[in-house]
């Protein structure tokens, strides 16, 4: 029932952009928290972003700030990642998440997983 459908990712070069889409259903986005977080290939999972359902707020990781930027719609039940500037170091799988426990990029804060999206930087 509960479901979260990440998109947009692809092969782009450093500097590029890309724009990640979260469509989520099963559930009604005012209530929940969304997370993006990534996973590159060897490595351990890491957060990248959250917004807030109360009041829309965000967080970032200190790798991703100032480059990405976290965003919803509520009316279209999508979270958005806008990915600008990338570098190769972005390269992974990014998946976005639904979590209750407020702004927190604690993986296990969350209880539902979209499949991922590829994200490839590299010239």
């Known amino acids: 029932q509960v479901h979260l459908v990440e998109s947009g990712g692809g092969l782009v070069q450093p500097g590029g952009s890309l724009r990640l889409s979260c469509a989520v259903s099963?559930?009604?986005?005012?209530?929940?928290?969304i997370g993006w977080f990534r996973q590159a290939s060897g490595k351990e999972r890491e957060g990248v972003s959250c917004?807030?359902?109360?009041?829309?707020?965000?967080y970032y990781s200190d790798s991703v700030k100032g480059r990405f930027t976290i965003s919803r719609d509520n009316a279209k039940s999508t979270v958005y990642l806008q990915l600008d500037n990338l570098k190769p170091e972005d390269t992974a799988v990014y998946y976005c998440?639904?979590?209750?426990?407020?702004?927190?990029?604690?993986?296990?804060?969350?209880?539902?997983w979209g499949q991922g999206t590829q994200v490839t930087v590299s010239s």
């Open positions: 917004i807030r359902s109360s009041d829309g707020s965000t």
């Open positions: 998440a639904r979590g209750a426990y407020g702004l927190t990029l604690i993986p296990s804060r969350y209880d539902y």
């Open positions: 099963g559930f009604t986005l005012n209530f929940y928290n």
